[in-house]
């Protein structure tokens, strides 16, 4: 699903490398953790497979995805396999429940009828059947959270990507948000998770990849948080 070849990425001819010489695939269907300190390079890895930026050198693919060879009118098909979950949710404010998870369906044009029935069924899906007409200010950070997922998910992208998702929420709503992105996962959507909750990564025991100053430093199948 990912692959990564030789990949470097210097925002700066003066600074050092943000990731240098990256090598490493995640299959399809795998959940993985992205672990590493503030500065490690994960964000700038979420970012080039998103077509953001551009590496240095290297090549990247994603799926059917040549990323580097990408022309600028595919590029919007590519964001469109990937759903991206953040840490600050990034809801519309002024947008129901339902209107978010719709919004993501109408900017892509799928007909109302699509989005008529994916969007119940996503918020059930994502256990938030019951408040579809609220507005965000009327959520916890967990249903807030389960929001974003939603919006990520409706249109079914390959990858999932999700950038510290519980980092403003306690252990146990984070717990809640971690068997949402599971579901996702084990009904076939490839998960990468940013994160620095080593007590969810030792729960889960999934394949850990270990950032350290833009290089890979670990890459486990099973793995745990470490001793770091
Ligand atoms: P992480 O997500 O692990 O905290 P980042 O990918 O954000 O790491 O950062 C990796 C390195 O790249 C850091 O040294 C950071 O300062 C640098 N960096 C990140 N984004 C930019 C940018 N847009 N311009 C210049 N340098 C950047
Ligand atoms: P199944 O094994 O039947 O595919 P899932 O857990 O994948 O079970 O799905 C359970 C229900 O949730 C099904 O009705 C399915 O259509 C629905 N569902 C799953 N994923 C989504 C999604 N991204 N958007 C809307 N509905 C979904």
């Given at each position: 699903m990912i692959k990564l070849s030789n990949v470097t990425m210097q925002y700066a001819k003066s600074s050092r490398p943000a990731l240098s010489d990256l090598s490493f695939e995640i299959d399809k269907g795998e959940f993985a953790f992205l672990i590493g300190p503030?500065?490690?390079g994960k964000s700038t890895f979420f970012r080039l497979l998103l077509k953001e930026d551009k590496p240095t050198s290297g090549e990247i693919e994603v799926g059917d995805f040549h990323v580097n060879t990408l022309r600028n009118r595919d590029v919007p098909k590519l964001r469109q396999s990937i759903g991206c979950v953040f840490q600050?949710?990034?809801?519309?404010?002024?947008?129901?429940v339902a209107d978010n998870v719709a919004f993501a369906l109408e900017v892509i044009g799928k007909p109302s009828s699509t989005i008529r029935d994916a969007v119940p069924e996503t918020l059930e899906y994502v256990g938030?059947?019951?408040?579809?007409?609220?507005?965000?200010?009327?959520?916890s950070g967990g249903e807030m959270q389960r929001v974003a997922i939603a919006r990520a998910i409706v249109n079914r992208p390959q990858l999932l990507l999700a950038d510290?998702?519980?980092?403003?929420?306690?252990p146990e709503t984070s717990e809640g948000i971690v068997e949402v992105l599971d579901r996702v996962n084990r009904r076939g959507t490839t998960v990468v998770m940013a994160t620095h909750d080593r007590h969810i990564v030792d729960a889960m025991r999934r394949r850990v990849l270990e950032f350290d100053n833009g290089k890979l430093v670990r890459n486990d199948q099973y793995g745990v948080y470490g001793i770091g």
């Open positions: 503030s500065g490690s600050d949710f990034r809801l519309l404010q002024q947008k129901t938030l059947s019951g408040k579809a007409d609220r507005m965000p200010f009327e959520l510290e998702p519980t980092g403003n929420l306690d």
